[in-house]
């Protein structure tokens, strides 16, 4: 009847099913061996390429480095998918029409818009508030290729979204129009709604470093 | 001349149909399950024959023919799938987007679309007008509640029709010529009159579109329930269209249910119609709810559990019957309840033995010649074939004389009925006054206990409409908050003073109201189905 315990009944038979180790097998000392030398491997061809770059040999075989995050980041592919941000049209008002593709589209639906009336009818609809939850999306970039205005983007290469509390991995429009305004330590305003007009006298920042450029 | 009409049979996609003479071959490919795209026919309006898109092939004639103005003729042979008619329907649709904007993401038709519906089925993906587009005006409120968008329009003439021929006062009209032909209102005119929303159900595409429903919600998170509307008691059959996603998109229109309701076809009460009054009727259902049940017996107003209440109303009535004094004890039901609630009402009250039950109308309302009644109650019809006796005037005078202890109200406003002193001044008389109903206000408030009920879209059952016709309800909702349909809070007071009522559900409620009511016997829910049974006179 129920196929959840069907499946749990078909595992544990499974795990009887197991094969039994061999002698060879059972000494270990041949594991321990293998596994002592793909580390060494590691460590010995590091050692000789950082020596080797330094005397300016080997330059295009890479080697190990650890990342000094958060003062370093990693440079990132710029089609990674990373923390969304809206783009905007040139007066500063939300590109976005509100026409709720990506709403619809999200598998974690983790987005909500509230729509509103834009003065030009010929745009006619834009977001008054457009929140994303990030403690629920999965970064599908689903809503990225929903949108057929090109409003919804995830290339900010942020993907540092830690906070002390879920309400910290809440996106607001205002720091989904100026992606990385809003401080760590700020709770965001959810569900914050604003007319085209407060969409203009947005600050204008210009977009912070991105983090994850490496530089 | 009421002779019958010939039958005439012809051969649509190979399917050899029969129908009466006279009908156009739109129609007989609809019952040769053979359908052909339309958007200038309307089963209701005159036929208008502007929009060409129901071209079919018919065998002997060179050129395309439009289905919904050809009469069938006898033996004739239409074909609806063949090369030349799809090319031909496509040729069609591409002239008209030539000038239609790339609308859809703002568009609130999008999703139940007719030209994205038939564009996606016919359509050629690559479009060769090159030329640019006319512009027209945009987002116009063309009246209180019609949102007029002249680009996206297809000038089906539709719109124009249904003011002409159905609400017969001419508001719309189609000017210029070309390319620049619009729709729009009369010079000095707006789209003002009781029948005004229905413009944007015809309409197959978004260029009249509802003010109300404007990005309050996409179509497609809405469900539909079949109900009928509880504004005046015509009892136009309706769809409750409510947000699907409310568990999940919590921030749709402030997280109302309902979003909108629409006229649904039945012949014999609104057509395909209904009235603004009642389609935009629909507020009180999310808002200004009674949400709990509420003590104002002795001392400060508190909230309470439904035991509690039930079982202050139970001891009272308990303690008057031992007293033999349930002569003090009135009842006013309401005909906003179905004829389910009002039935096991008059049970649960015959069986105490209270014989002062009346039911009570609200107050009359605007009226046409069309549909809108002036009698607002959805269900009087139903209360007078149970037998129930009408007017609360006298049972309220009883109070103020300080002859009744006991007097339960159910849902009616009767400040609004008869005043706000009478209710007043009956409320001091009275030992306990109870009501029971859905909405916040006087009656409510002056009522010594509160029990919230279910409104109709949160309910099964029927109503019985100004002809005596009963239909059925479906529960669209879940009851608000704490609220509970009313027959079963009426089953609990039974349970409390012993009286032996307890119906599994609404089904069984009508198989017993059916079978012991002279008015309705023999009929049941399969019988009335969708399109509602008339009473025996
Ligand atoms: S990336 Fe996927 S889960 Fe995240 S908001 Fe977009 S559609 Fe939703
Ligand atoms: S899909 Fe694009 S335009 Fe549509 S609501 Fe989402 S971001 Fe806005
Ligand atoms: S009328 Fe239909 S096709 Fe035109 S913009 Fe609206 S939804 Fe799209
Ligand atoms: S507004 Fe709608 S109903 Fe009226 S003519 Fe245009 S498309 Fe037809
Ligand atoms: S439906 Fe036949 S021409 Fe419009």
């Not at chain 2, 089906?156 to 032909?181: M, P, Q």
């Not at chain 2, 749709?252 to 009054?277: F, Q």
């Not at chain 2, 001891?315 to 031992?322: C, E």
């Not at chain 2, 009744?404 to 009767?414: A, G, I, S």
Request: aromatic share 8%; hydrophobic share 35%.
């Amino acid at each position: 009847m129920s196929t959840l315990g069907e499946q749990l009944l078909h595992r544990i038979r499974d795990a009887h099913k197991r094969r039994t180790l061999t002698w060879w097998e059972r000494i270990y000392l041949p594991a321990i061996a293998q596994g002592l030398w793909i580390t060494s491997m590691h460590f010995w061809r590091n050692l000789f390429l950082h020596i080797a770059h330094r005397l300016g040999l080997f330059r295009d075989q890479p080697a190990s480095v650890t990342i000094q995050y958060p003062d370093q980041r990693r440079i990132t592919s710029p089609r990674l998918r990373t923390r969304h941000r809206l783009t905007k049209r040139e007066d500063g008002t939300p590109r976005c029409v509100a026409c709720m593709m990506c709403e619809t589209v999200c598998p974690a639906r983790c987005i909500y818009i509230v729509a509103g009336e834009h003065p030009d009818p010929n745009v006619e609809k834009v977001p008054k508030s457009f929140d994303i939850d990030l403690g629920k999306c999965v970064y599908c970039g689903y809503c990225v290729e929903a949108c057929p205005e090109d409003a919804i983007r995830m290339d900010t290469q942020r993907h540092d979204i830690a906070a002390y509390s879920r309400d910290g991995m809440w996106l607001d429009i205002k720091e989904l129009l100026n992606p990385g305004t809003r401080q760590f330590n700020e709770p965001p305003e959810k569900f914050v709604q604003l007319t085209p007009s407060e969409f203009r006298q947005l600050p204008q920042t210009p977009p912070p470093p991105p983090p994850g450029t490496g530089r | 001349m009421a002779e019958t009409p010939k039958q005439i049979t012809l051969t649509i996609d190979g399917k050899t149909v029969t129908v009466p003479d006279g009908t156009t071959v739109l129609q007989a490919c609809e019952k040769a399950n053979s359908p052909v795209p339309f958007y200038c026919y309307h089963p209701g309006l005159s036929i208008a024959g502007n929009c060409r898109i129901c071209l079919v092939e018919i065998v002997g004639t060179p050129k395309l023919q439009i289905a919904c103005y050809t009469p069938a003729a006898n033996g004739m042979v239409v074909n609806t799938t063949s090369d030349k008619t799809l090319s031909g329907r496509r040729d069609v649709l591409e002239f008209l987007l030539i000038n239609h904007p790339l609308d859809c993401p703002v568009c609130d038709q999008a999703g139940e679309c007719w030209l994205q519906d038939y564009y996606m089925q016919h359509g050629l993906y690559d479009p060769k007008f090159n030329e640019t587009k006319q512009k027209k005006p945009k987002a116009v409120p063309i009246g209180p509640t019609v949102m007029l968008d002249a680009e996206r329009c297809i000038l089906c003439s539709r719109c124009v029709r249904f003011t002409d021929e159905i609400s017969k006062t001419g508001e719309l009209g189609i000017f210029n010529r070309g390319d620049h032909a619009e729709v729009g209102v009369q010079p000095g005119k707006e789209l003002n009159n009781n029948y005004s929303g229905n413009v944007v159900d015809i309409c197959p595409v978004g260029a009249l579109t509802d003010r109300d429903f404007r990005f309050k919600c996409r179509v497609w998170y809405l469900g539909a329930t079949n109900s009928v509307c509880t504004g005046c008691s015509r009892g136009c059959n309706i769809q409750i269209h409510y947000n699907r996603e409310r568990q999940w998109r919590p921030h749709i229109a402030n997280g109302e249910r309902v979003m909108r309701l629409k006229p649904r076809y039945n012949p014999d009460v609104n057509k395909w119609w209904m009235c603004d009054e009642g389609r935009y009727g629909y507020k009180f259902i999310d808002e200004n709810r009674l949400t709990q049940v509420q003590l104002r017996h002795q001392g400060a107003p508190k909230t309470a559990t439904w035991d509690e209440g039930v079982d202050l109303i139970g001891a009272t009535l308990k303690r008057l019957r031992d007293a033999k004094q349930l002569d003090q004890v009135g009842v006013v039901l309401s005909s906003h309840l179905t004829n389910e609630d009002l039935f096991v009402a008059k049970r649960l009250f015959a069986e105490l033995g209270v014989r002062q039950v009346v039911f009570q109308r609200p107050k009359n309302g605007a009226s046409d010649n069309f549909l809108l009644q002036a009698d607002k109650s959805p269900n009087a019809k139903g209360a007078q074939a149970l037998g129930i006796a009408e007017s609360a005037e006298g049972l309220l005078e009883k109070a103020a004389k300080g002859q009744l202890k006991v007097l339960w109200v159910f849902t009616q406003d009767l400040s609004t009925i008869f005043g706000e002193a009478k209710i007043r001044e009956a409320a001091k008389g009275l030992e306990l006054l109870v009501f029971q109903g859905t909405n916040d206000h006087l009656t409510a408030q002056l009522a010594h206990v509160v029990l919230p009920s279910a409104v109709c879209a949160e309910k099964d059952g029927t109503l019985t409409n100004v002809d005596g016709r009963v239909q059925r309800i479906h529960a669209a909702l879940g009851p608000w908050a704490q609220s509970r349909g009313d027959w079963e809070i009426m089953q609990d007071m039974a349970a409390r003073l012993g009286v032996a009522l307890s119906y599994p559900d609404a089904p069984a409620i009508f198989a017993d109201l059916a079978a012991r009511e002279p008015a309705f016997n023999g009929l049941s829910y399969q019988l009335i189905g969708d399109q509602g049974v008339l009473l025996k006179a």
